[in-house]
């Protein structure tokens, strides 16, 4: 039972609701493409839409456990995070790894079932943004202000997720509202990292936890939101 407290607690399915979002690139598209809501309920724009947002979640957690296992060391440093499981040594990360995997691998599958391309893409692209996230030698979260800027980018891929589970892999998405979702994302992040900063309130144990926060100070951080 005490396994499956922290496996649950690596993987955060308490976070799925956030995948919701996706909703968001549907609202879009039926206006932009000006399709009638009652279109839509249909078993087949059902079908894309559940395989869609289970494939997310699945890719989501995979994600989540990827950025576990690589921050272990440095979350030791978070006054909150060290309490996690694999920083507090109550989960092995080879197992985590081993289901981050799994999860990877379930949730493409799941995803192409839809035969989709645009839409299998779609969820490709938030794999991709975890990884290049996470891990090195590119880890992103690790270089100031490319931190939260790439991190944010799960805002537009799950807007394009909803949008083509609407609409046809050659309709090409609204760059402006896909703009606009990362540019919110942003600010969001960048809050996230003023927070950090004030929370830790000492520069050399930040920049154990996050590197990136070694080039953070409150005032730069609130310009850059």
Known sequence: ???????????????????????????????????????????????????????????????YGINEVLDAESDSHHPQKKLRAIPSGRISAKLVIALSIILYVLGIATVLFTQDIALILSVCLLLLSGIVYNVPPIRLKDRAY??????????????????YTIAASTQIFPASF???????????????????????????KAGKYRASLLHYDQEHLIMAM
């Open 178 to 204: 896909l703009l606009g979702y990362w540019f919110a994302g942003i600010f969001l992040m960048a809050a996230k990292r003023f927070g950090e900063i004030r929370l830790i309130s000492n520069r050399e």
């Open 1 to 63: 039972m005490l396994l499956v407290v922290n496996i649950l607690d690596v993987f955060r399915p308490k976070r799925w609701y956030r995948n919701l979002s996706m909703v968001l690139g549907v609202i879009i598209a039926l206006k932009i493409l000006n399709i009638h809501a009652d279109q839509i309920l249909t078993a087949h724009h059902t079908y894309f839409f559940i395989l869609a947002f289970v494939s997310l979640c699945l890719v989501a957690s995979g994600n």
């Open 146 to 163: 490319v931190d939260f800027t790439s991190e944010a980018l799960n805002n537009p891929i799950r807007f394009l997720v909803g949008w």
